[in-house]
């Protein structure tokens, strides 16, 4: 079983912050039974699943990789766990990430950093590094991951996997520990697009729990994977090809257009005007919503407390500067910052408005295509410790992908080649709920 998988590669791999060993086994007894009884079994019965430890376990504990949560144990499940134990999947355990999701390497982790399977020496991407190396590694089937500004897709491509991230609402978010709510979805890792589209169908759909979860029903999205892609039109942004990207990743993602085109797809150069502005607009929303959506960590509703402080304000400032990690405090101080009186405007207001900009961009894009194209990552995995003191460098991993999110339209990653040894990602981006022709399209490519 998967397990055995684990107990030979977990030490060198290091995916998981929780292992939950004695409720898998039990489970998947349970899903035997059901087979020994001839009864009818989801897709998903007796399939290892592991879960960012950013989605809320009941009984198990859930940390966010954080020190602040390490003793939370959450009392409910976030709706996609719940409805994976209706599917009877069997839950492995919880994967690593980068410190509440901020990160593109899991070296922000308050625990432990990951490795990428490929070459243990390089980061697996972030933040969820360890869900993307789980099923890399072979220590999971599927994995789920959350994606606020690339956090499914750069770790897919770094991992030679497939991951998505969906439309904005597609799937719920109940359950899972808001970092920038707004852009902020949960998506399915697996190694094939088939499997991709057998977890998308069973985690979304509509949810009460969330009030910015779509109405209405969702198709079958296996009835997507067909070969036939000819006449669909898919455009290559300029801005996406351009300065900053690998030349050697530029060269993988050629030969996939001509591959794409060679299976009748009609490929083009457009444009993305905006891009420019996707990185400073994210950090300027996701850390100013970070910082609110952190402010329930006062050692008083959840998790770590400081028990030595001198009175109710010290203790909240202790609990708050040991609990947090660097990076956490960083996007505090950004996020505070930009919404703070007097600079709201300059900052965060404009961003707002900036965001529907670059929104409009896609809208123009998707009057002409059924697709957009371009690398997922600028570069393959690089190594462990190369971009941990440099922020902005890091922050750089996320061009391909951070415009998709504050969009709200769905980007898949695929594999697509490889640099000396290592995977390298092609991103295809959907127009709103195209995940349909996304998955069409990734099909037939892969
Ligand atoms: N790397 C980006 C960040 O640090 C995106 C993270 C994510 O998608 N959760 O914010």
Excluded at 424 to 433: A, D, N, R, S, Y
Aim: proline share 6%; charged share 25%.
């Amino acid at each position: 079983d998967v397990f055995q998988r684990i107990d030979r590669t977990e030490e060198r791999i290091k995916a998981f912050v929780t292992l939950t060993r004695e409720e898998a086994l039990a489970r998947a007894r349970e899903v035997d039974k059901k087979i020994a009884a001839g009864e009818e079994i989801h897709p998903l019965a007796g399939i290892p699943v592991a879960v960012k430890d950013n989605m809320c376990t009941r009984g198990v504990r859930t940390t966010c990789s954080s020190k602040i949560l390490s003793n939370f144990i959450p009392p409910y499940n976030a709706t996609v766990v719940e409805k994976l134990m209706q599917a009877d999947a069997v839950m492995v355990g919880k994967t690593n990430l980068d410190e509440f999701a901020m990160g593109s390497s899991t070296e922000n982790s308050g625990f432990f950093t990951t490795a990428n399977p490929w070459d243990t020496e390089r980061v697996p991407g972030g933040s969820s590094g360890g869900s993307a190396a789980a099923v890399a590694a072979g220590e999971a089937v599927l994995a789920l991951g959350s994606d606020t500004g690339g956090s499914i897709r750069q770790p897919a491509a770094l991992c030679g996997v497939v991951g998505l991230k969906p439309t904005y609402g597609a799937v719920s978010r109940y359950g899972l520990v808001a970092f920038a709510s707004s852009l902020d979805q949960i998506g399915p890792f697996t190694r094939d697009v088939e499997d991709c589209a057998r977890l998308f169908n069973a985690i979304c759909g509509h949810d009460p729990l969330d009030s910015t979860s779509a109405p209405g029903k969702q198709p079958d999205y296996t009835g997507f994977l067909t070969d036939d892609i000819k006449g669909l039109k898919i455009g290559v942004p300029a801005e996406y090809m351009g300065e900053g990207i690998d030349p050697a990743v530029k060269e993988v993602i050629g030969r996939a257009m001509k591959q794409l085109a060679a299976l009748g797809v009609e490929i083009e150069e457009t444009s993305l005007p905006h891009s420019r502005y996707a990185l400073p607009t994210y950090y300027l929303i996701a850390p100013a919503e970070a910082s609110s959506n952190l402010a329930r960590y006062d050692g008083v509703r959840y998790g770590y407390r400081a028990e030595d402080a001198a009175d109710v304000v010290d203790m909240f400032m202790k609990t708050r500067s040991r609990g947090f990690g660097t990076e956490v405090k960083r996007r505090i101080m950004l996020g505070t910052y930009a919404l703070s009186a007097g600079y709201y405007d300059a900052y965060y207001l404009k961003a707002l408005k900036v965001r529907t900009l670059i929104k409009q961009d896609f809208d123009r894009a998707f009057e002409r295509f059924d697709a957009l194209l371009s690398p997922t990552a600028p570069s393959p995995a690089f190594k462990r410790g190369e971009k941990t003191d440099d922020p902005l460098q890091m922050y750089m991993s996320d061009i391909c992908t951070l415009a998709v999110n504050l969009a709200g339209v769905p980007g898949i990653s695929l594999p697509a080649g490889f640099v000396d040894g290592l995977p390298v990602g092609m991103q295809l981006i959907g127009k709103p709920f195209g995940e349909g022709t996304l998955l069409r399209l990734a099909y037939a490519f892969e």
